[in-house]
């Protein structure tokens, strides 16, 4: 059985950081692309940050480039987000999700995954 833990959400007042780890079970993590979601409170789930199965591409939303990484480490089976500089508007719950892909494939923010974890709450205070 697949499955994907978050953990290290938290509140912080803006400025602050906050590193997101994602453990993945039950899979080989190398074929697998990462992807970090998020929902705010009354708003849809949007897409922050993918990695290839490789770890060698990534990419993210506008609203993070230059305070988000994400990364993964294969041998530990866990994905991570390191996330600076959070502001208030980051506030919301915080997804991991996984699909295989393979061929050093980089989802688009958008992709559909296929397994998802069960979240962590992320709380940014002004």
């Known amino acids: 059985q697949l499955l994907l833990v978050e953990s290290g959400g938290g509140s912080v007042h803006a400025g602050g950081s906050l590193r997101l780890s994602c453990v993945g079970s039950g899979f080989k993590f190398r074929y697998y692309s990462i992807g970090w979601f998020r929902q705010a409170p009354g708003k849809e789930r949007e897409g922050v940050s993918c990695i290839s199965d490789s770890g060698r591409s990534s990419n993210y939303a506008d609203s993070v480039k230059g305070r988000f990484t994400i990364s993964k480490d294969d041998a530990k089976n866990t994905a991570y987000l390191q996330m600076n500089n959070l502001k208030p508007e980051d506030t919301g719950v915080y997804y991991c999700?996984?699909?295989?892909?393979?061929?050093?494939?980089?989802?688009?923010?958008?992709?559909?995954?296929?397994?998802w974890g069960q979240g962590t709450q992320v709380t940014i205070s002004s």
């Open positions: 999700a996984a699909n295989r892909t393979g061929a050093d494939l980089l989802p688009p923010l958008t992709w559909k995954f296929n397994y």
